[in-house]
């Protein structure tokens, strides 16, 4: 099924079609998330990895309750943007062989798929509110911000002294 299908016909089907899709990404990343925990060297990215993967889960729990509170079957569809963005994290990061170059991969990897997150739940977020569920939108809000917080600490990271590294 395309992004843009026959069922869709209003902004409410195109909510429910974009929130089955980041559920749909939010579980891919899960689990993607081990692999990077392993693949990285750098103590603080291995530790942020497994963090995020902790966020993740939490965020997977509360896009649930946001099918639930909007009274729509809790499942995920396919989404060929973010499989395509793990795809190629997996295989830039399977050519790599200095470590150091390796953790610098990953955490533009990382940043790929965040800000996929961003613009989905940013998106969500506008939408629900138009939808006058001001209340799914303070849950999504919540993902959105874990996201942003996330890409920051990421892009911290890369600066301060993975990026150097791998220089």
């Not at 569809?77 to 994290?89: K, M, Q, R, S």
Request: proline share 2%.
């Amino acid at each position: 099924m395309g992004f843009f299908t026959k069922d869709i016909k209003t902004l409410n089907d195109l909510f429910v079609h974009t929130l089955k899709d980041i559920y749909y990404a939010e579980q891919q990343i899960a689990k993607n998330l081990p692999d990077m925990v392993e693949k990285a060297t750098d103590p603080g990215l291995k530790n942020g990895f497994q963090t995020h993967l902790s966020e993740t889960n939490s965020q997977i729990a509360r896009l649930e309750k946001v099918f639930q509170m909007h009274g729509v079957e809790i499942q995920g569809v396919d989404c060929p943007a973010i499989d395509g963005i793990l795809e190629e994290a997996s295989d830039v990061a399977g050519d790599v062989e200095d470590k150091q170059v390796l953790d610098a991969a990953l955490i533009a990897a990382a940043q790929a798929v965040e800000h996929y997150e961003i613009t989905r739940y940013g998106t969500l977020i506008a939408w629900a509110k138009m939808l006058g569920r001001d209340d799914c939108a303070s849950i999504l809000q919540q993902n959105l911000d874990e996201e942003k917080a996330t890409d920051e600490k990421l892009n911290t990271m890369a600066l301060r002294s993975v990026n150097k590294k791998a220089a």
